[in-house]
Structures are given as C-alpha cells and as structure tokens.
C-alpha cells in the first residue's frame, strides 16, 4: 500500500515565542483540515494490478516548530524550520466492526516537518511565505 503525495495549502494564526536573537518557538493556531487521502494498493507477486482507493479525512491539527532566522534586511528576514505536527483524525474509523471494505486509520498521527520560509514586512501586516516538506 502506498499513500499519494499531495500539495496543499494552509492559512493560519502563528504565536512566535523569540527564545534569542536567531532562535524562535513557532506555534500555529490549531487548523481544522478536510481532505481526501489517495492510498494505492499494488500486488506484485500474484497478479501485477493496482487498486486506488479515496479516504474522506478530518483532521484537527496542533502544530510546533523551531525556526532559525537571519538578520533583517531591509523589509525581508529569511528563516529555517525545523518542528512536528501532531494530529487527530475526526472521521477515523479505527474502531468500525463488521468492515472488512473500508480502510481503518487510527485517529492519531505525527508528522514531521522540515522547511524555509521568508517575512516580508510592510505598513500593517508581515507576510511569511514558506515551503516545507511534512511526513507521517
């Protein structure tokens, strides 16, 4: 079985915590994602097929990062990355009985993440543009 990786994109709150001059706690805002999962099941020994299956997730997510910034130059400061993300699934039917079709996830996922961002300051707001790559 294999899982479909998927781009997305978010929208939330942070809090940033400044621990030194470089060194910050990042906390989002808890999100609350709806999404669908793309799992491939593959039989390689009996018969070469595949089968693709979607799975409806909803998801409440509490993520925590560390970030390593540079100096600010001018109206930009680039930054590093580095956190988790912890997860539960509400639509998980881990405890389902008499569901031999469908396909049981437990609720609680950890996720790791790693990525680069940038802050670009202006009069009333700061925009943080970042790529990361998350696993779990």
Known sequence: MESINSVGINLAWLVNVRMGEHFDLRLASPRSDIFRRRLVYSQQYTDPSSVEKK???????FPFQIAFSSDRIGNFKAYTIAGGNFTYDLASNAKARKAEDLIKLKPYNFIAEVGIGCHIYFSYFVLSPELKLSDG
């Open 55 to 61: 799975v409806q997730s909803i998801t409440l997510s």
